[in-house]
Nanobody, 126 residues
Framework: QVQLVESGGGSVQSGGSLRLSCAAS????????MGWFRQAPGKEREGVAA???????SYADSVKGRFTISQDNAKNTLYLQMNSLKPEDTAMYYC????????????????????WGKGTLVTISD
């Protein structure tokens, strides 16, 4: 059973940077899509970024050019580098995985993942 544990959240000022990490273990399938969702208070969950087994990436329009998703397969760790942070990026960020590859059209809508971490809170102040 895949387990995902996030870290790296915190509070920073607008314009700052954070790097989220997600340690993954227990893979039972040869191909996983890995990525990040977020949910702000009072808002729907949304997909932020995803990376497929072939290294291809997808991003929400709201974070393109500011966030970068990457993975270190040797360490079984997923990252989300977040730059030029804005108050509207404030949310709980969840690491997630989907068997058999990325379905970004679902992730954009906040769905599609099979496995979820417990989340890490990101707070951006003006």
């Amino acid at each position: 059973q895949v387990q995902l544990v996030e870290s790296g959240g915190g509070s920073v000022q607008s314009g700052g940077s954070l790097r989220l990490s997600c340690a993954a273990s227990g893979y039972t399938y040869s191909r996983y899509c890995m990525g990040w969702f977020r949910q702000a208070p009072g808002k729907e969950r949304e997909g932020v970024a995803a990376i497929d087994n072939d290294g291809s990436t997808s991003y929400a329009d709201s974070v393109k050019g500011r966030f970068t998703i990457s993975q270190d397969n040797a360490k079984n760790t997923l990252y989300l580098q977040m730059n030029s942070l804005k108050p509207e990026d404030t949310a709980m960020y969840y690491c997630a995985a989907e068997k058999f590859g990325c379905s970004w059209y679902l992730w954009e809508q906040g769905d599609g993942a099979d496995v979820w971490g417990k989340g890490t809170l990101v707070t951006i102040s003006d």
